[in-house]
């Protein structure tokens, strides 16, 4: 756990978050609006690690597109809250730039394991760019996938289950996501390598060393 990191929600009724994180020793800041987060963001001396954006919220999806265009908050991850059985919003916001989506209502360890799976992530990019030369627990490949197809971390742990074998569901339960969330990461690496299934996604990506046997 990422003791310590401060985390930034967008929410206009955040009760069962501040009543939460904190408890587990996270710092939190809190808005009600996508234009005060983005106010947040640029002005605050604080130095946000992770989003938590709701998208019950008017404007919600604009406020997502507008904080991931911005290449000052390109490493800060940001996750996207949705209601039950809205799988089009969030096929819609992964698309945007969310780095993943949870269902309310969710169980609270599924959240946290998520926010640390997030953070610590981010915390490897944030280590990359100080040292190039440093590996990544989740693949040593990275730099030279910026060089190529672009994927980003997501899509290369899942990119990397799949060619272990793995079933979409088994790597749904292994990364904390939902199916539909996995096949949207997936139709997002079969786009980028232009390719039209798993398979000859796998065998793109080993002919790249972005993935080895």
Not at 11 to 34: A, C, K, Q, W
Not at 68 to 76: G, H, I, L
Not at 106 to 124: C, D, F, K, T
Not at 162 to 171: E, L
Request: net charge positive.
């Amino acid at each position: 756990m990422a003791v310590g990191s401060n985390i930034l929600i967008v929410d206009e009724n955040p009760r069962d978050l501040t009543e939460v994180l904190p408890m587990y020793g996270y710092d939190i800041e809190t808005v009600e609006s996508g234009q005060d987060a983005i106010e947040k963001l640029i002005h605050s001396e604080s130095k946000y690690d992770l989003v938590l954006l709701n998208d019950s919220m008017i404007n919600a999806m604009a406020t997502l597109k507008t904080i991931r265009n911005d290449s000052r908050f390109a490493t800060v991850p940001i996750m996207m809250f949705t209601g039950e059985n809205e799988e089009n919003r969030q096929v819609t916001g992964l698309r945007i730039g969310a780095d993943d989506c949870l269902s309310v209502p969710y169980q609270v360890p599924n959240l946290l394991a998520r926010i640390e799976a997030l953070l610590r992530r981010a915390s490897w990019q944030k280590a990359q760019s100080l040292n190039p030369n440093m590996t990544s627990p989740i693949s040593g490949a990275y730099e030279q996938i910026k060089k190529t197809v672009h994927l980003t971390q997501r899509e290369l742990e899942v990119l990397r289950l799949v060619a272990g074998g793995q079933s979409n569901s088994n790597i749904a339960k292994k990364l904390f996501l939902k199916e539909v969330t996995v096949k949207t990461h997936l139709n997002n690496i079969f786009k980028k390598f232009k390719v039209q299934n798993r398979m000859q996604a796998v065998l793109a990506a080993k002919k790249m060393n972005i993935i080895k046997d």
